[in-house]
Nanobody
Framework: QVRLVESGGGLVQAGGYLRLSCAASGSIFSINPMGWYRQAPGKQREMVATITVGGITDYGDSVKGRFTISRDNAKNTVYLQMNSLKPEDTAVYYC??????????WGQGTQVTVSS
């Protein structure tokens, strides 16, 4: 069983920044691909950023150049640095870990609210 715990969400003004963290614990036998996703009210969940075992990153078009994903494999933790935040970034942000068997584990989510 894998457990993911996100932290770092909150309320910030437009133009501000936040750093999200996601700590993985449990039956982790290898370093796994991880990612951040978000879901705004009334919208589908969308990919924000992903990072592979080797550190290759990918970003959603709406966050490119503003957000940075990184990971600390020794701590089984993935981070999302969010700069130049916009009101449209307001959403619940979820962390995802993909197991070697391609099973996806999700965290409980952390709320990010950006005021204009």
């Amino acid at each position: 069983q894998v457990r993911l715990v996100e932290s770092g969400g909150g309320l910030v003004q437009a133009g501000g920044y936040l750093r999200l963290s996601c700590a993985a614990s449990g039956s982790i036998f290898s370093i796994n691909p991880m990612g951040w996703y978000r879901q705004a009210p009334g919208k589908q969940r969308e990919m924000v950023a992903t990072i592979t075992v080797g550190g290759i990153t990918d970003y959603g078009d709406s966050v490119k150049g503003r957000f940075t994903i990184s990971r600390d494999n020794a701590k089984n933790t993935v981070y999302l640095q969010m700069n130049s935040l916009k009101p449209e970034d307001t959403a619940v942000y979820y962390c995802k870990l993909t197991s070697p068997g391609l099973y996806d584990y999700w965290g409980q989510g952390t709320q990010v609210t950006v005021s204009s």
